[in-house]
Nanobody, 120 residues
Framework: QVQLVESGGGLVQAGGSLTLSCAAS????????MGWYRQAPGKQRELVAT???????NYADSVKGRFTISRDNAKNTVYLQMNSLEPEDTAVYLC??????????????WGQGTQLTVSS
């Protein structure tokens, strides 16, 4: 019904920057919250940042001041601008969206993930 496709991951040196994108497609009536999570090897999945449809944002303490989430509601796309990257940011980054497929039916959807590796 709904697909989320991330792009923009890769290998970057510590201190560098990268922007991730996530585009939603399919049966979409409206998207509420969109966000980014990450999972490093051997660790639990953790929230990185979220954005409401109106633009209110929330960040993990570990990325505040370095990462910026934004979205283009017309394109059903969310972005994650990452600056001052640290080796500890290395993880698979996953996009999440709460999507209404009709006026009354909603669900949580996940992308397949994109790998970010930060070298020291």
């Amino acid at each position: 019904q709904v697909q989320l496709v991330e792009s923009g991951g890769g290998l970057v040196q510590a201190g560098g920057s990268l922007t991730l994108s996530c585009a939603a497609s399919g049966r979409i009536f409206r998207i509420n919250i969109m966000g980014w999570y990450r999972q490093a090897p051997g660790k639990q999945r953790e929230l990185v940042a979220t954005s409401t449809r109106g633009g209110s944002t929330n960040y993990a303490d570990s990325v505040k001041g370095r990462f910026t989430i934004s979205r283009d509601n017309a394109k059903n796309t969310v972005y994650l601008q990452m600056n001052s990257l640290e080796p500890e940011d290395t993880a698979v980054y996953l996009c999440n969206a709460n999507v209404y497929t009709s006026p009354i039916a909603s669900g949580d959807y996940w992308g397949q993930g994109t790998q970010l590796t930060v070298s020291s």
